[in-house]
């Protein structure tokens, strides 16, 4: 059995927003000096990272699993504590059901992971995260909160990524 290696699923975004909000966060990085925000593309998480022996047996489940596509709406900026900077997504109950059912079957057919199921679900598309001072969290905050962003993006798929010398890579 090949070795464990480290994924998550998301939804991820189309063009030209990816770009945008790509840029968005490596103007954050740099002027904040947090870094670990650049590992991933922009997306939003459906499940956490876990570790998995059989990329093939994930792509198989990811391509099986059938749902139909609908809109999600991204609206102004917010904040978890004083860590994490993000896109709020508009709450949405297509969203909300398409992560229970695939949280659902996806544990259900890989009971070998080391995962909390259910974990909180807050949609979000981070732009700033985790490995920064206090001080350079709160300027970025300050900067944000107030800002206006909107975007609507459909979307039809899922897509697994992995963990490819330390930056996350949509497979």
């Given amino acids: 059995m090949p070795r ?3 994924y998550f699923i998301a939804i991820t975004l189309p063009e ?3 770009s945008q909000i790509e840029f968005t966060k490596k103007y954050i990085s740099e002027k904040y000096h947090t870094k670990s925000v650049l590992k991933s593309p922009a997306h939003i998480t459906i499940v956490p990272p876990f570790f ?3 990329e093939a047996e994930l792509l198989d489940f990811l ?3 059938q749902f139909p596509g609908f809109s999600i709406e ?3 900026y917010n904040r978890f504590e004083q860590r994490v900077v993000f896109i709020d997504v508009v709450e949405n109950k297509n969203l909300i059901d398409l992560h229970q059912q695939f949280n659902t079957d ?3 057919r890989f009971q070998g992971l080391d995962k909390k199921h259910p974990y909180v679900f807050h949609p979000h598309i981070t732009i700033g995260n985790r490995d920064w001072k206090p001080e350079q969290f709160k300027n970025c905050w300050e900067e944000y909160k ?3 962003f909107s ?3 459909e979307f039809t798929k899922l897509t697994l990524l992995k963990n490819v010398e330390n930056k996350w890579k949509m497979l």
Wanted: charged share 30%; aromatic share 16%; proline share 4%.
């Fill in 4 to 6: 464990n290696e480290s």
């Fill in 16 to 18: 030209p927003l990816h």
């Fill in 52 to 54: 998995w022996g059989n």
């Fill in 63 to 65: 391509n099986a699993f």
């Fill in 74 to 76: 991204l609206k102004d």
């Fill in 106 to 108: 996806f544990f259900k």
């Fill in 146 to 148: 107030d800002q206006k």
């Fill in 151 to 153: 975007a609507k993006v």
